[in-house]
């Protein structure tokens, strides 16, 4: 297949390099085979050009900061902002178990679709979630709630899989944690600015809303995320960006169906079977978000003092993200030193802020009423924040980790894509477990001591794919090595894969 017009290979290429000499793609990762767009001039400034790499990684992170953003706002508040964790329990319930389904298929249906369409469909469904809560706050209607978590749980397993795979194929491999912190700024962006609206609209309430948020709350969330779901159809098709280093995002570019899409995604699983290693940090991920939400911020403090947590909390996970950027890509190591180093640094810090929480959590007390609880002028208030806001600080620097070791596992975003759907099918099923327990009433001790246990296994497990699997590059050195690869192959393989070519 011909490489497209807009991407333009290097003018200094050898001669022999009959991949580009012929204006066909290079099936290899090597670097400065192609230029990057050409920046604009405007006041004096350089302006990068729409189809850089960083400027898609900030609209990557802006679809995610107008839907998954002001979902979490929603969930962050404890209990989807109503009396009781109950509706969000059963809910979200419905939501992750359709996730999990969909996640399976939802590797093969980005490489099918594409990357905008499926952003637009993984979008939609989380502006229904939010409807079904509105509507609840006057009818009462709990199966549109269940259908809105359903449809919820359906675009996000799309979702993910897309901001996953994009975030970490569109950065060359010194710059992955770079990406990854960029996206997660802007996401995070999303939640700040997103619970500012029920601090603003829940302030003056005080003690006196009855642990409900208000109409103007949902309203608001539900048009910002509708307009991130048609933000994602505006994104630059990515089978023509070009890394910072010259390398193309979309090696093979070539059209398959959709089963052997599924067949694809099959075969890196297998390939690739010590990924199971990182399946518990996977699982760990967010199974700890149901404690902090439903059984301590939930029912600790008062709806001002949730809103007002969750602001504080997303305003710390942003430079959290740049702290573990140095770790990841700063450091003057290879990259696979530079891994261990990075989750030594996410094992301890998690585990420091969870000893802390053990005692916040001892403190905690359930059926209180809302004048009861801990308001933001309260003596104890500011001790019992910075617990809650430093649990945030722990889940981005988790989730980054997370997301720089699945880009440094691979370039292809058809191995990419598989990883961020495990990695999000994983953390769909601890979420229907916690919420399920959640549910069953258990104890506030229990539901602490597993979300600790969990995540602070999860870095220990990643050991041996760093140790043994995990390499310093997944770059070729030159386009010498895949011309001298292609040598040791018989004539006549040579000749049919030519073919196939033209």
Same mark, same amino acid.
């Given at each position: 297949?011909?490489?497209?017009?807009?991407?333009?290979?290097?003018?200094?290429?050898?001669? +022999?390099?009959?991949?580009?000499?012929?204006?066909?793609?290079?099936?290899?990762?090597?670097?400065?085979?192609?230029?990057?767009?050409?920046?604009?001039?405007?006041?004096?400034?350089?302006?990068?050009?729409?189809?850089?790499?960083?400027?898609?990684?900030?609209?990557?992170?802006?679809?995610?900061?107008?839907?998954? /953003?002001?979902?979490?706002?929603?969930?962050?508040?404890?209990?989807?902002?109503?009396?009781?964790?109950?509706?969000?329990?059963?809910?979200?319930?419905?939501?992750?178990?359709?996730?999990?389904?969909?996640?399976?298929?939802?590797?093969?249906?980005?490489?099918?679709?594409?990357?905008?369409?499926?952003?637009?469909?993984?979008?939609?469904?989380?502006?229904?979630?939010?409807?079904?809560?509105?509507?609840?706050?006057?009818?009462?209607?709990?199966?549109?709630?269940?259908?809105?978590?359903?449809?919820?749980?359906?675009?996000?397993?799309?979702?993910?899989?897309?901001?996953?795979?994009?975030?970490?194929?569109?950065?060359?491999?010194?710059?992955?944690?770079?990406?990854?912190?960029?996206?997660?700024?802007?996401?995070?962006?999303?939640?700040?600015?997103?619970?500012?609206?029920?601090?603003?609209?829940?302030?003056?309430?005080?003690?006196?809303?009855?642990?409900?948020?208000?109409? /103007?709350?949902?309203?608001?969330?539900?048009?910002?995320?509708?307009?991130?779901?048609?933000?994602?159809?505006?994104?630059?098709?990515?089978?023509?960006?070009?890394?910072?280093?010259?390398?193309?995002?979309?090696?093979?570019?070539?059209?398959?169906?959709?089963?052997?899409?599924?067949?694809?995604?099959?075969?890196?699983?297998?390939?690739?079977?010590?990924?199971?290693?990182?399946?518990?940090?996977?699982?760990?991920?967010?199974? %700890?978000?149901?404690?902090?939400?439903?059984?301590?911020?939930?029912?600790?403090?008062?709806?001002?003092?949730?809103?007002?947590?969750?602001?504080?909390?997303?305003?710390?996970?942003?430079?959290?993200?740049?702290?573990?950027?140095?770790?990841?890509?700063?450091?003057?190591? /290879?990259?696979?030193?530079?891994?261990?180093?990075?989750?030594?640094?996410?094992?301890?810090?998690?585990?420091?802020?969870?000893?802390?929480?053990?005692?916040?959590?001892?403190?905690?007390?359930?059926?209180?009423?809302?004048?009861?609880?801990?308001?933001?002028?309260?003596?104890?208030?500011?001790?019992?924040?910075?617990?809650?806001?430093?649990?945030?600080?722990?889940?981005?620097? %988790?989730?980054?980790?997370?997301?720089?070791?699945? +880009?440094?596992?691979?370039?292809?975003?058809?191995?990419?894509?598989?990883?961020?759907?495990?990695?999000?099918?994983?953390?769909?099923?601890?979420?229907?477990?916690?919420?399920?327990?959640?549910?069953?009433?258990?104890?506030?001790?229990?539901?602490? +001591?597993?979300?600790?246990?969990?995540?602070?296994?999860?870095?220990?497990?990643?050991?041996?794919?760093?140790?043994?699997?995990?390499?310093?590059?997944?770059?070729?050195?030159?386009?010498?090595?895949?011309?001298?690869?292609?040598?040791?192959?018989?004539?006549?393989?040579?000749?049919?894969?030519?073919?196939?070519?033209?």
């Amino acid at each position: 297949m011909g490489v497209d017009t807009s991407v333009t290979p290097v003018g200094d290429t050898p001669r +022999g390099h009959n991949e580009l000499e012929n204006g066909q793609d290079v099936l290899v990762d090597v670097a400065k085979a192609y230029e990057l767009p050409k920046p604009y001039r405007i006041l004096g400034f350089n302006v990068w050009a729409y189809s850089h790499p960083r400027v898609q990684a900030i609209m990557l992170g802006s679809v995610l900061f107008m839907t998954v /953003g002001m979902y979490n706002v929603v969930t962050f508040i404890g209990g989807a902002g109503q009396q009781t964790a109950w509706l969000s329990d059963m809910s979200n319930i419905a939501l992750y178990t359709v996730f999990s389904a969909f996640c399976f298929v939802a590797p093969a249906f980005l490489n099918y679709f594409g990357l905008r369409i499926t952003l637009c469909v993984g979008g939609i469904g989380y502006s229904s979630y939010v409807a079904s809560l509105w509507c609840f706050n006057h009818t009462g209607n709990v199966p549109f709630v269940i259908f809105g978590g359903c449809w919820c749980g359906l675009s996000a397993a799309f979702l993910w899989c897309a901001e996953g795979t994009a975030i970490t194929s569109f950065a060359s491999e010194d710059k992955k944690g770079l990406y990854v912190s960029i996206f997660w700024s802007i996401f995070q962006f999303g939640v700040v600015i997103g619970a500012a609206i029920p601090v603003g609209q829940n302030w003056n309430a005080g003690t006196s809303n009855d642990s409900r948020v208000s109409d /103007g709350t949902y309203i608001g969330l539900f048009i910002l995320m509708l307009i991130g779901a048609v933000l994602g159809v505006f994104m630059y098709p990515w089978q023509k960006i070009v890394r910072e280093d010259g390398s193309r995002v979309m090696l093979d570019t070539k059209t398959k169906s959709f089963k052997e899409e599924l067949v694809t995604s099959w075969q890196v699983c297998r390939r690739n079977w010590w990924i199971l290693f990182f399946w518990p940090m996977c699982w760990a991920v967010n199974y %700890y978000n149901i404690y902090q939400s439903n059984d301590f911020n939930g029912v600790y403090f008062t709806v001002r003092g949730r809103a007002l947590n969750t602001f504080i909390s997303g305003c710390v996970q942003i430079p959290s993200a740049w702290i573990l950027h140095i770790f990841t890509d700063k450091l003057p190591f /290879g990259r696979r030193k530079r891994a261990f180093i990075a989750i030594v640094y996410v094992f301890i810090t998690i585990n420091a802020v969870w000893i802390g929480g053990y005692f916040m959590m001892k403190k905690t007390v359930y059926g209180l009423t809302e004048a009861e609880r801990v308001d933001v002028y309260d003596p104890g208030y500011a001790a019992a924040c910075a617990v809650y806001v430093l649990y945030g600080f722990t889940d981005a620097t %988790y989730n980054c980790y997370a997301y720089w070791f699945i +880009g440094a596992l691979s370039n292809r975003p058809d191995e990419l894509s598989v990883y961020a759907s495990m990695y999000r099918l994983l953390n769909a099923l601890c979420q229907i477990c916690a919420f399920a327990l959640d549910l069953q009433g258990y104890s506030k001790e229990f539901m602490f +001591g597993s979300s600790w246990a969990f995540v602070a296994a999860g870095p220990v497990f990643v050991l041996p794919i760093i140790r043994y699997w995990l390499k310093d590059t997944n770059m070729a050195t030159s386009l010498e090595v895949y011309e001298a690869a292609t040598v040791s192959e018989p004539q006549s393989d040579r000749d049919n894969k030519e073919e196939k070519r033209a």
